[in-house]
């Protein structure tokens, strides 16, 4: 058993479909093949302008017509006949989606989740259906019936235990191809709940673990693991073989070619991870496994955009310790804020963190009547 997974740039147009589609049929053996999809090219971010709260809500139909426009254009390259049965199935997908929009904001890491999800939702209907057009019989399965988190919902906390159950009571090893969703699951209390930005490589990674896969392989639009964004610095080298433990801390720092959680469970079960480029499928790519180094040993660099630097100073100038420390994390950990990088001097704490207006005001509010609070945006 393999498990594949496909991002978004993969899957972002007719032809990345029919692309895609013809490295399944390529790989298809005698063993299964469990195939997971995020959200077709952009969608997630149009999505995130939809969560109640972000945006006036007479701008909504506008927003969500663009999302409507965007899968339709697809579909009718794929579909030709209107009567498809696809277009019923996502019609109802896009209904859900218009009255989750319809809502009045509540929290907004659940709106969130309740939202962006549609997604995946959708791209895997269009891609399911697709396959099984082109003789490529395959099961559909929501993944959120599958993968249990906590009610943390916009980066939800694994249940492996609920989610191990799950996966051996399901039809994944009967099927010879499934088809499902990366980066959404089921939350403790009945919601949709997320699993962090790019949070598909995870999936697919929880999968692999809990059916002990051969491997897993994530196709990208680049060779293999580079030493840098390519989109930013040229002349980067392909990294051919990464230990566990590199891989850790790379993507835990920001590199992202892969979520930064993928890694911790293919090392428990020792399942290698293969990073390939859909647009050249035959080329090796690179591997992620148990071995001693990087290869070849080169200098990695890490690239964030839009980042907001925020300094945090005792009102009282009272150093910057143990205390003060604790209430700041306390707060970041409610309200499920990563940080990326992070600095104290005696009288303050420096932290970047992903630019985000809504959690950041969130912050300031929970801050500002202990702390004089200094920060700069788009970094």
């Known amino acids: 058993m393999k498990v594949y997974k496909f991002g978004g740039a993969s899957v972002n147009s007719a032809s990345a479909v029919r692309n895609m589609a ?7 053996d005698n063993q299964t093949l469990v195939v997971v999809v995020s959200a077709m090219g952009k969608t997630t971010n149009m999505l995130e302008q939809l969560v109640p709260g972000v945006n006036p809500a007479d701008q909504h139909p506008a927003l969500l017509q663009k999302v409507k426009d965007y899968h339709h254009t697809i579909l009718h390259d794929l579909f030709p006949s209107p009567q498809h049965p696809v277009y019923n199935a996502v019609g109802q997908l896009f209904s859900q989606l218009q009255q989750q929009n319809s809502l009045p904001p509540t929290d907004y890491n659940l709106d969130y989740s309740q939202t962006v999800c549609y997604g995946e939702l959708i791209s895997t209907t269009i891609i399911s259906h697709y396959l099984d057009s082109i003789g490529l019989h395959n099961q559909w399965i929501d993944i959120r019936t599958l993968i249990h988190t906590d009610n943390q919902y916009r980066e939800g906390n694994v249940d492996f235990t609920a989610t191990q159950r799950n996966v051996d ?59 840098a964004d390519p989109k ?87 150093f910057i310790a143990e205390d003060n420390l604790q209430t700041i994390f306390a707060v970041l950990a409610k309200l499920n804020i990563r940080v990326n990088l992070m600095q104290n001097t005696a009288l303050s704490f420096s932290l970047c963190i992903d630019d985000n207006p809504m959690l950041l005001n969130q912050l300031r509010d929970n801050l500002q009547e202990q702390f004089l609070l200094r920060y700069n945006q788009g970094l």
């Open 22 to 28: 013809d490295i399944v049929r390529s790989h298809l």
């Open 232 to 318: 930013y610095f040229p002349d980067t080298v392909k990294i051919e073989q990464i230990p566990y433990n590199e891989a850790i801390e790379l993507a835990y720092y920001g590199a992202s070619v892969i979520h930064p959680k993928t890694v911790k469970p293919i090392q428990n079960k020792n399942i290698q991870l293969h990073i390939k480029s859909f647009l050249n499928p035959l080329s090796p790519g690179s591997v992620i496994g148990p071995f001693p180094t990087i290869h070849p040993l080169t200098p990695l660099y890490i690239f964030k955009k839009n980042q907001t630097l925020l300094s945090v100073l005792p009102k009282d100038f009272s």
């Open 169 to 227: 009571s399901s039809q994944l090893r009967s099927q010879p191809l499934v088809v499902t969703q990366g980066f959404i699951a089921g939350s403790a209390d009945g919601h949709t709940s997320t699993l962090g930005r790019e949070g598909s490589d995870y999936s697919a990674s929880i999968l692999s673990y809990c059916l002990n896969a051969e491997s897993m392989t994530i196709w990208k639009d680049v060779p293999g693991f580079l030493n």
